[in-house]
Every structure is written in structure tokens, then in C-alpha cells.
């Protein structure tokens, strides 16, 4: 069944029509799409631990391990939610239990004071540098450095008045959609569209961390890209990097992992995040599926051409003289292939040898009478 959403006032599955979209997006001058290379983000969510040198540290290992961008999330405590510990507002069997939503943002936050140097410094190090903001007032802040681009957030792909905000700024928009059903997610589009992102990419997200394997689909992938008419990544809380690698086989030009320095070090989001190593080792696994994808040929590569020289042909393989006839006992199909294709096998049988013929010889026409 080709894509489409649920009608619920019949209750029926009914067929999109996909409008003309672009199939990149553009972050500086880097295009991100179908033909161009994965474009590889590393997330610093939580991970430098209220430290700013361990942040500068984190860029560090981003650039040595071949990141393409450095992004962070904007919030505060205050703006993503409000102190309570009503039940409501506690975070129950995840891997945060026992503790409350204000607490454990107020822990992870990235203080906005430290986003200009950040900036800087990625930058400096010639990568993309931008955010996901929580709300209105993250959007005007992160406006205020000039970030060329903006993340949504799974959680927030519902929040149609944050994407309005989004949109209006005119840049260029990634966004998850962990959790989000499909008529979610054309809502989520049609609202950014209307209010003025010029182009949109989609990230498919399982929201657990970390996500099992088996629950990340990644088949959606390729449908996705062709619902919408959009570039579609790959945001991954799985551990390893084994699910990133088969993503980009499947066509996700973007891929986002999380990075910290050590998962022995504390921190929210330290146990499905990658270590410096891992990431770099990522990312070359990456970039060899991307090679090895190439496109689609029916030709003899290079490598080929050498060896196209042992495949099989028909050769004499016992001393044969001449009148003799040809039988399966002294005409093979073996390697290499300097005599005759193995499609004249039968056509052969039963002729006769033009001349005396030593084992070894690769059969021709003119030995064939």
C-alpha cells in the first residue's frame, strides 16, 4: 500500500498526493540530500555536564572524528516545563526514574551564555553550528547569534505554535519525528510550509533511550522520503553504531548521534551516547557504505576488468587428434577463460578436431572441424 493517512471521520485508509518538493536542503554551504554525502551531526545535549571546557573538549572530538555539525539544545528548566512533582510531571520507568521533569532539565540545560563561544568554536573548526529550541524564546535567542538552521525535537513535533515560530524565521528546518503518526507528522510539514521554512528535512526517531534495534524500523526510511518529498535522516539513540551504517544503505543523508567523552562519566544522557572512538569509527564505516553504494551499473568496474580473464571457457583436456570427436571427456568448461564460452558446450559435442590437439589448449573454431 502506498502512502497515505487515516481518515477518521470513515475510518478508512486514504491516499496522499505528494506535492513537487525540493529533495535537498541547504545548511551554509553545505547541501544535504539524496546525491550528496551523509551529513553527520554530532548531538552535545547534556553530555559536557554544566562544564563549558568539557563542551569545548566535546567539539574537539566532534571535529577529530569527522562530524559535519556540532548541535545543541536551548532551553531552560523554566521554559520546557514548571517545577512540580505533582505525578504528573514524574518521569516514571525510564532510564531517568524517580525524578522529576524540572529537575532533571534543570540539570541538563546548556547555559545560553555559553552558546555564542560554542558557536565560535565549532565554526572555527569549519562545522555547522545550530540548536533546537524549546520554545519562543529560544527561538529569538538562537535568532540573535544567527544560527543557520533549526532542529525540532520529537516531542515537540506536536507543538504547532512552536514549528509557527520555527517557520517564520525563514531557515531551513530538520526535524525528528520519534512518536509522531504519519497524519502527525504532514501536519507538522503543512505548518512549517505555511509560515515560511523554505525546506525541510526529516529525521526518523525511535524516542527510548536507548532504542532497541528492534524497534526502529528503519524500512521506514525510504518510505518516508518518497510520502513527503523530503531529504530523510536518521536521529539514533541505539548504542553502537551498527543501525547509523545500515540507515545510510537505506538512504538517510543525515545522521545524528549522540557524543560524549566517557560513558563512565555521569550525566542523563551518558549511556547512549558514543565515545570519541566510536563516533570516529562511525563515521568511516559511513563513508565506505557511501562508496560502496555507488550507482547502478551493469558494467565491468576497473578491479573487474582484470580478472574477467579466469572465468570459464571450453578447453581440451585430454591429448586429442585430429578426426577425433569431441565428448564431455576431453572438452570442459573450466577456468580461465581464454577459450571458447561456455554457451557452445553443446554445440560442440560430437564435432570433430581439426588437427592433433594437446591437453591444456583452449578450444577455437579453427580446431573444430
Known amino acids: 500500500m502506498g502512502p497515505g493517512i487515516l481518515d477518521s471521520s470513515i475510518f478508512r485508509f486514504r491516499p496522499i498526493t505528494v506535492k513537487a518538493m525540493k529533495e535537498k536542503i541547504k545548511i551554509n554551504k553545505r547541501r544535504i540530500g539524496s546525491e550528496t554525502a551523509t551529513y553527520i551531526v554530532a548531538e552535545m545535549s547534556a553530555n559536557h555536564n554544566r562544564d563549558i571546557e568539557r563542551a569545548v573538549k566535546i567539539i574537539e572530538a566532534a571535529k577529530e572524528a569527522g562530524a559535519d555539525a556540532v548541535k545543541l539544545q536551548t532551553y531552560t528548566a523554566d521554559t520546557i516545563t514548571i517545577n512540580s512533582e505533582k505525578e504528573y510531571f514524574r518521569l516514571g520507568e525510564s532510564q531517568w526514574k524517580k525524578k522529576y521533569l524540572y529537575r532533571l532539565y534543570d540539570e541538563a540545560y546548556t547555559p545560553w551564555e555559553w552558546h555564542s563561544r560554542l558557536k565560535e568554536i565549532v565554526e572555527g573548526f569549519g562545522l555547522d553550528f545550530f540548536s533546537t529550541p524549546f520554545d519562543s524564546k ?44 504519519f497524519p502527525e507528522i504532514e501536519e507538522a510539514i503543512q505548518t512549517l510550509r505555511k509560515y515560511g521554512a523554505p525546506d525541510i528535512a526529516l529525521l526518523k526517531c525511535t524516542s527510548a533511550y536507548p532504542a532497541p534495534p528492534e524497534e526502529m524500523n528503519l524500512r521506514t526510511i ?10 530523510v535522516g536518521l536521529s539514533d539513540h541505539t548504542t553502537g553504531s551498527a543501525v547509523a551504517v545500515a540507515a545510510v544503505a537505506l538512504g538517510a543523508c543525515i545522521v545524528e548521534k549522540h557524543l560524549t567523552l566517557s560513558r563512565k562519566d555521569p550525566g542523563p544522557d551518558s549511556s547512549f551516547s558514543m565515545e570519541p572512538h566510536e563516533f570516529k569509527q562511525m563515521v568511516r564505516d559511513i563513508r565506505t557504505v557511501e562508496r560502496a553504494l555507488g550507482t547502478v551499473s551493469y558494467e565491468l568496474t576497473e578491479s573487474q576488468k582484470k580478472n574477467i580473464v579466469f572465468r570459464r571457457s571450453l578447453f581440451v583436456v585430454q591429448d586429442v587428434k585430429a578426426g577425433e570427436k569431441f565428448g564431455e571427456e576431453n572438452v570442459r568448461s573450466i577456468r580461465p ?24 589448449t583452449p578450444l577455437r573454431w579453427d580446431l573444430v572441424a
Do not use: C, W
Request: proline share 6%; aromatic share 8%.
Open 138 to 181: 529560544a527561538v529569538d535567542f538562537l535568532e540573535s547569534i544567527n544560527v543557520p538552521t533549526y532542529k525540532v525535537a520529537s516531542f515537540e513535533i506536536v507543538d504547532l505554535p512552536l514549528l509557527t515560530k520555527i517557520a517564520q524565521t525563514g531557515k531551513h528546518v530538520i526535524m525528528s519525528t520519534g512518536m509522531a503518526s
Open 222 to 231: 525510504p518510505h518516508m522520503a518518497e510520502a513527503f518529498g523530503v531529504p
Open 337 to 360: 577463460g581464454h577459450g571458447l564460452h561456455p554457451r557452445y558446450f553443446d554445440n560442440v559435442l560430437g564435432k570433430v578436431a581439426a588437427k592433433d590437439i594437446e591437453r591444456g
